[in-house]
């Protein structure tokens, strides 16, 4: 298949949706998330740009399905060119000495677990050509971030160590730092934020597509 494949793992709503809108008309699209009716509407949507896509409606943190799912692509297209990986918990804030154990939980399991299972999984199917992207976010120590900003810091540290290791071998693995936008994630930290003051999410996809040359 000459075609190139984009896995995008939390590809609903928000940064992922617009990645794969964004990159559709020069990539087939996986998309991965748990919301079967999101990723319908995703799929209309790059079906309007003249693209097309493979749902796969199913929880990152299941590391059976997404065993499988890996499996399905490598017979089917024995590649994947880019993995955007977007999936995340923002737990809700609340001060250290007050985190609810299943909140931390569920942020270890979606934001670092699920990465440590990924990244073993793509390294094959990415290969020496590919290109694996993941996102910062600077609010690790700031006050009631405690799960969010603690394993969001985990799962950038380990993409680190990845692209530390495969600068000379490949894949190439990067790091961006994206503007705040108007998500679901961002209006629950900060209620009460004027939400025009910031970027949309298809307006900073294709700012950061840009930069990466892609």
Aim: one cysteine or more; hydrophobic letters at 40%.
């Amino acid at each position: 298949m000459t075609q190139k494949i984009a896995l995008i793992t939390g590809a609903s709503r928000g940064l992922g949706a617009a990645f794969a809108e964004a990159l559709c008309q020069k990539h087939h699209i996986v998309a991965v998330a748990r919301t079967t009716g999101a990723l319908e509407e995703l799929d209309d949507r790059i079906q309007a740009k003249g693209g097309t896509a493979t749902l796969a409606p199913m929880d990152v943190t299941n590391g059976d399905a997404m065993a499988q799912l890996c499996r399905s692509i490598h017979d089917r297209w024995g590649k994947v060119d880019l993995w955007v990986h977007t999936a995340i918990h923002g737990a809700p804030l609340t001060p250290t000495g007050h985190i609810d154990p299943k909140d931390w939980a569920k942020s270890v399991s979606i934001n670092l677990d699920a990465t440590g299972r990924l990244i073993p999984f793509l390294t094959p199917l990415l290969g020496e050509e590919g290109h694996a992207i993941f996102f910062d976010d600077p609010r690790g120590g700031q006050k009631f971030f405690g799960s969010y900003g603690a394993t969001k810091a985990a799962q950038i540290a380990l993409a680190r160590s990845w692209q530390a290791e495969t600068v000379s071998t490949g894949p190439r693995v990067t790091i961006l730092n994206p503007q705040g936008m108007p998500t679901g994630t961002r209006a629950r930290f900060f209620p009460g934020e004027p939400r025009e003051t910031l970027v949309s999410a298809h307006d900073e996809a294709r700012r950061l597509l840009e930069e990466l040359g892609l």
